[in-house]
């Protein structure tokens, strides 16, 4: 085909995929232009994940009728000029595009009316095609509502998730606008459903007890000067916000929240830096929880780099890293942490391992014997081990002899208090100790399931209430089923808490409270849950939960047992994610290493 121009409609309908993804990102547009226009309420309704229907409504300065059709044209703003406006952009929008694009791929409805107008204006476009205008009598401020998104681009309608999913995004997005802007009241409804309600009033720490849960709250301590008006953006970096005490953590770092200049941001070099202030403070694996400003002249700040606008570059990275890290630091230091009775032991230091290391090298056997890395711990940043040579493969599939009366693995110690070693009649075998107890527990629970149609549980002497946050309250009033057959006992108790009267048995002498968070919580970030049902993934994050922690310092007997149950289980090589439970060296693999064979 020859090389054409293509025809506007095209061409609106490409650009508007890289604005409009998902109802997320038309919420997100959506409600900066609200943010924009100087509003001090902002409601924002989805329905069905927004896939059907959002509507933001804002209460800012409207649009004066005779803009209202430059509005919804591409390219179109109030907030820029020229091109040395790029330079520093002190606005959320400025590219004009968003209204375009989202009236392109939907039936959108602009209702608005400027402050200093009588009357008010109402557009609908459907799949960029003007349907009509009308002069309406409104409030002022400005309505946009956005029905049947992609019904004209299937495609693109095609990879949306599930209602539920996208819900969770828009989620997401909500929390965001709120932590940013805590003098303004959101007020987000799912389904007819309220999910949550900022009051307005200026505090970041009401916003955080709305988004966070009272509870998790509490556990935050403010970092530099919270309380607003916020510091104006200038020449260095002005850093502020609520750090999680150390006894606050959770399994991945979505719970680091950082904003530039009001608008959330991903960095992941900002993100290290609170990480790093942690640094010794959390166990192993854990991240903090975190809710970061800064603020910073617009002018070293470049946003115009990604198309959501969600990545910055800054002019000089290392002096807000530095000046984040320094502020978080500051606040930390101030804590005393508090380790948890049943805290995991950091891999570089399991308790007692210095005395042993002392035995060791007063009898000779010195570094060689026990080589710990000194510095920055964590299983997950170590290098891997390095493979071995290519003509010595490490044997795969292992072999494990079905288990006889005489246990066939021989305990011979652990390593780095995450692994067991042990000998078996063919050679050496390593077994990675969380992953094994995995699936010892995996088992056990898929057979008391199937032999009594649920998992063991342990009733709680006195029922515990536990107070959720409104997306982990949804995800339980959704599977409370799934949730009783799997061992938890759990009853609502009215807006977002529950009462709990048993847990599965596996978690007996836990912290329940702390059990039914973690295990729903983990069940709410888990990524990648296309195969599963709720159910296993369910009882799988139980087992994840439950078993041994990598780093935990194990006794013979516990170790012996470890293994004797894994002989035991249906599928003992992998753990219920598929992971390997155990490396095998085989006899004739060691002798060749050691040049002992040809
Ligand atoms: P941008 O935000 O990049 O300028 P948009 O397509 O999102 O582009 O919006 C186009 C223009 O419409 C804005 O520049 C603004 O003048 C006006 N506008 C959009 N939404 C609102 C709103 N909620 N209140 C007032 N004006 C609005
Ligand atoms: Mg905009």
Known sequence: MPIRILPPDVADKIAAGEVVERPASVVKELVENALDAGAQTIRVEIREGGIRFIRVQDDGSGIPAAEVPLAIRRHATSKIARAEDLEAISTLGFRGEALASIASVSRLTLATRHRDEPVGTRIVVEGGHVQGQESVGLPAGTTVTVEHLFFNVPARRKFLKTPRTEAGYVHRVMTRYALAYPDVRFTYVSDGRTVFQTTGNGRLADVLAVIFGRETAEQMVPVGHVDMP????????AVWGYVGKPSLHRGNRQHIFLFLNRRWIQDHALTQAIIQAYHTFLPVGRYPVAVIHVALDPHLVDVNVHPAKAEVRFREPRVVFAAVQKAVRETIATIQPIRQAHAEVDWTRPPGWADRRRTLVEAG???QAFPMPEGEPSLGTSPPPSPPPSD???SAPIQLPKAGLVPLLRVIGQVGATYIVAEGPDGLYLIDQHAAHERVLYEKMMAERAARGQVASQQLLDPIPVTMDSE?????????????RAGFEIEPFGGNTYLVRAIPAVFSGQDPKRVVEDVVRGLAEEK??????????????????AAVKGGQVLSEEEMRALVRDLEACETPHTCPHGRPTMIHIHAEELAKLFGRLG
Request: glycine letters at 6%; charged letters at 25%.
């Open 230 to 237: 916020w510091p104006e953006p200038g020449p260095t970096p």
């Open 365 to 367: 056997h010195g570094q």
């Open 392 to 394: 010595t493969p490490v």
């Open 472 to 484: 982990l309250a949804g995800l339980i009033r959704e599977h409370l089923e799934e949730l009783q």
């Open 528 to 545: 990648d849950v296309t195969q599963q049902t709720f159910e296993e993934r369910l009882v799988t994050m139980i087992c994840k939960r």
